[in-house]
């Protein structure tokens, strides 16, 4: 029986990822901040998942070195023992934002990388690292780039935009259009499950559902799968921006970046991931809401 390391087990997804791998007969064990240097070299697991991390921080407090520490500088050194171990396989938990902070287009992994953050200048690094070393035969690595990933347990931005939903407060944000790829943590699990079975080539794979929804359509969503009549106010996009720049000026909640991130553009292809791997994701992306809405009541 396959023997797996996850670091992070503890966080939203390691719990999720081992519970689910857990279910399909293999055997984990689990490194959290205070036992993950334990893992080294002399490791008898096959595979290392590594989903440890420094998340990307909204309010602004963390600074570069601390990214770099975390993201790129712990993942330097589970590599390296992957490298000196006898385990066939890593997989690194890393992040759209290592390619970009906004897009134009759809994310492919041809995208050449610009990361706008510490937090996705951390994760890239780490990604050019393990790129740049000589992976000796029958080893093989995956880096996962999954965008916003909700589920069960979930606390991030879907869980805020739910509270907020919940609130019977109408969106305000209805008159602004565009299209958002989301990733049910099931189907990452789903995907992982099957890099454990099949080999497929060592790079980077985007990971996201296979449909992207407006945000318009999630607050829609929220609201039905709650009870709840949905709510949406096609507030003037002008008057938006004006009290937003505001915000900026005065460090208040709504600011430009919190509006940025409910109304641009981020769609990420999975193409490459599912054709590879020759799979239908479990979920879809209405599905995977349904299913985190309801772990919410």
Same mark, same amino acid.
């Given at each position: 029986?396959?023997?797996?390391?996850?670091?992070?087990?503890?966080?939203?997804?390691?719990?999720?990822?081992?519970?689910?791998?857990?279910?399909?007969?293999?055997? /984990?064990?689990?490194?959290?901040?205070?036992?993950?240097?334990?893992?080294? *070299?002399?490791?008898? $697991?096959?595979?290392?998942? *590594?989903?440890?991390?420094?998340?990307?921080?909204?309010?602004?407090?963390?600074?570069?070195?601390? @990214?770099?520490? =975390?993201?790129?500088?712990?993942?330097?050194?589970?590599? #390296?023992?992957?490298?000196?171990?006898?385990?066939? $396989?890593?997989?690194?938990?890393?992040?759209?934002?290592?390619?970009? #902070?906004?897009?134009?287009?759809?994310?492919?992994?041809? @995208? /050449?990388?610009?990361?706008?953050?510490?937090?996705?200048?951390?994760?890239?690094?780490?990604? !050019?690292?393990? !790129?740049? !070393?000589?992976?000796?035969?029958?080893?093989?690595?995956?880096? %996962?780039?999954? $965008?916003?990933?909700?589920?069960?347990?979930?606390?991030?931005?879907?869980?805020?935009?739910?509270?907020?939903?919940?609130?019977? =407060?109408?969106?305000?944000?209805?008159?602004?259009?565009?299209?958002?790829?989301?990733?049910?943590?099931?189907?990452? $699990?789903?995907?992982?499950? *099957?890099?454990?079975?099949?080999?497929?080539?060592?790079?980077?794979?985007?990971?996201?559902?296979?449909?992207?929804?407006?945000?318009?359509?999630?607050?829609?969503? %929220?609201?039905?799968?709650?009870?709840?009549?949905?709510?949406?106010?096609? =507030?003037?996009?002008?008057?938006?921006?004006?009290?937003?720049?505001?915000?900026?000026?005065?460090?208040?909640? %709504?600011?430009?970046?919190?509006?940025?991130?409910?109304?641009?553009?981020?769609?990420?292809?999975?193409?490459?991931?599912?054709?590879?791997?020759?799979?239908?994701?479990?979920?879809?992306?209405?599905?995977?809401?349904?299913?985190?809405?309801?772990?919410?009541?």
């Amino acid at each position: 029986m396959n023997k797996i390391a996850i670091t992070g087990v503890n966080g939203f997804v390691g719990k999720n990822l081992s519970a689910y791998l857990k279910s399909a007969g293999y055997l /984990i064990e689990g490194f959290d901040r205070r036992s993950i240097d334990k893992l080294n *070299h002399d490791t008898d $697991c096959e595979v290392i998942i *590594h989903l440890a991390g420094k998340a990307h921080d909204l309010k602004g407090s963390a600074n570069e070195d601390e @990214y770099m520490k =975390v993201n790129f500088e712990l993942t330097r050194t589970l590599f #390296d023992s992957f490298l000196r171990s006898n385990a066939r $396989c890593f997989i690194f938990l890393s992040s759209v934002k290592a390619a970009a #902070d906004s897009l134009k287009e759809p994310l492919t992994e041809e @995208y /050449i990388p610009d990361p706008a953050t510490a937090y996705g200048r951390s994760k890239l690094r780490a990604e !050019q690292y393990m !790129q740049s !070393q000589v992976l000796p035969d029958g080893k093989a690595f995956y880096i %996962l780039r999954p $965008c916003m990933i909700h589920g069960p347990g979930n606390k991030g931005n879907l869980n805020l935009l739910y509270k907020f939903v919940a609130t019977g =407060v109408p969106y305000p944000f209805a008159a602004f259009e565009n299209k958002r790829s989301f990733l049910s943590v099931d189907n990452l $699990c789903f995907a992982i499950e *099957h890099l454990l079975k099949k080999r497929i080539p060592s790079g980077i794979y985007n990971v996201a559902d296979d449909e992207s929804l407006s945000t318009n359509e999630v607050v829609t969503s %929220l609201a039905r799968f709650s009870g709840k009549k949905p709510r949406l106010w096609k =507030v003037r996009p002008g008057l938006i921006k004006f009290l937003t720049s505001l915000g900026d000026k005065l460090k208040l909640p %709504l600011n430009s970046e919190k509006l940025n991130k409910l109304t641009e553009n981020y769609v990420v292809s999975n193409r490459k991931i599912v054709r590879a791997l020759n799979i239908d994701l479990p979920l879809s992306s209405r599905g995977g809401l349904e299913k985190t809405v309801k772990s919410f009541l």
